[in-house]
């Protein structure tokens, strides 16, 4: 691809995590000509980032795209991420989905009757754009007294890789999500791991998986479509899904929340009534963030940082749909199995659009 072309196409898709690929096929599927831009070198999106113990909270079949059934990992019933990159690679080539990498979407503006899609390689002006960038590449610190003055390590979830890492040395894990649960399971064993919550865990029935979420939330998408009163999302469910090593440290006593303290001292940090604990590293496992900054042109953003939409499309420009991100697109359009009604909904309103 020349360095400073500009291409004419009807959809182009910004990301190619699993939400630019379910768009990929629902848009072949409605005869769409389209391309898929993504910044990462390799297919798999954000999963080829996580840490090394990360497993799905749904069996295979239970994590599938539209189109293919996710095959089952030998061995394992929740699948590991390295499983789902494999998945999603096979998936964009047996659809031979269009997909440009690497390709930064520096920005989405407004050209007449296209919106013009500025990158690092290159402009593209399409018709319509689905933006489907999901949250990895923004991750969420909270403010916090004293956050620079902490001498030892910090990082954010996103930058955790392995228990080895930590090992024989004093951790402390904040945030009451499955992030959280799932890497402080990780370091109970061979660090000294401290666990902060803001509020007391809420985990999840044991027997409750990925199954269950995705059931509940196809309920409430039913409920929302027919008027009736909204159940509340999953989160009403409760937080951690409690995943066999989650479970397994929690029995075992290797679990034990601490409220959230209220500054970081040089050496670790301390709590409303002057407790501290030193510390060598903190991990803050404290959620994410739309990653939308390439949409600032268009000037669409609403009080939450949201863009304002009716399921995916934007209210304010019919042109752009958003896939993925959260439960605002859709009822759990961030997930596997959820993204592909959403992306099918935004496929057959790109064609009405434009045909
Ligand atoms: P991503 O996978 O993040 O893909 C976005 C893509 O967009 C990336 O390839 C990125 O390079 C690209 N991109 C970003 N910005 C730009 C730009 N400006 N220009 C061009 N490209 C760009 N879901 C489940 O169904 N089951 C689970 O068990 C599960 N576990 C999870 C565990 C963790 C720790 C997390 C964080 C999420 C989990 N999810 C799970 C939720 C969800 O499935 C994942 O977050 C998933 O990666 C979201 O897919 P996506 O395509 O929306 O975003």
Redesign the pocket.
């Known amino acids: 691809m020349p360095q400073h072309h500009t291409a004419d196409t009807e959809v182009v898709v ?8 379910a768009a990929g096929y629902h848009l072949r599927r409605a005869g769409l000509d389209f391309v898929i ?4 070198t390799a297919p ?4 080829q980032h ?1 840490w090394d113990s ?5 069996p295979a079949a239970y ?1 599938s795209l539209p189109g293919r059934l996710m095959p089952p990992q030998p061995g394992e019933t ?1 699948p590991d991420a390295a499983h789902v990159v494999a998945y999603l690679t096979d998936y964009e080539q047996r659809y031979d989905l269009p997909v440009h990498r690497p ?4 920005g989405v503006h407004r050209d007449g009757a296209r919106l013009r899609v500025e ?1 690092d390689s290159g402009t593209w002006r399409a018709r319509a754009v689905i933006s ?6 923004r991750p969420f610190i909270p403010a916090i007294p004293c956050r620079h003055g902490f001498q030892g390590t910090q990082l954010h ?1 996103v930058e955790y890789e392995r228990p080895s890492d930590f090992a024989g040395r004093q951790v402390i894990v904040v945030g009451g999500g ?2 959280a649960a ?1 890497i402080a399971a990780d370091l109970a064993y061979d660090s000294d791991l401290t666990w902060v919550t803001l509020r007391e865990p809420r985990y999840l029935a044991d027997d409750i998986d ?1 199954r269950a979420l995705f059931d509940h939330a196809t309920a409430r998408r039913k409920a929302l479509d027919e008027g009736r009163t909204d159940n509340g999302g999953v989160a009403s469910l409760g937080d951690i899904v409690a995943v066999p090593p989650v479970r397994t440290a929690r029995d075992t006593g290797l679990l034990k929340p601490q409220p959230l303290f209220t500054r970081l001292t040089a050496t670790g940090v301390e709590w409303p009534d002057g407790t501290t604990a030193d510390a060598d590293a903190i991990i803050w496992c404290t959620g ?1 963030r739309p ?1 939308l ?2 949409l600032a042109p268009l000037g669409l953003r609403g009080p939450r940082g949201h863009i304002p939409t009716a399921g995916t499309q934007a209210l304010a420009d019919p042109r752009l749909h958003l ?3 959260g439960d605002w697109t859709g009822p759990a359009s ?6 592909g009604r959403p992306a099918r909904d935004a496929a057959l309103a790109i064609a009405e659009l434009l045909h």
């Open positions: 910004i990301g190619g995590g699993q939400a630019g690929l831009l993504d910044a990462d798999g999106g954000a999963w996580t990360l497993h799905l909270f749904s994590s929740y390709v930064r979407v520096a990158t489907a960038t999901g949250t990895w590449s979830t499955n992030s799932q990925g994410f990653a900054s390439h896939l993925g991100y961030a997930t596997l199995i959820g993204v």
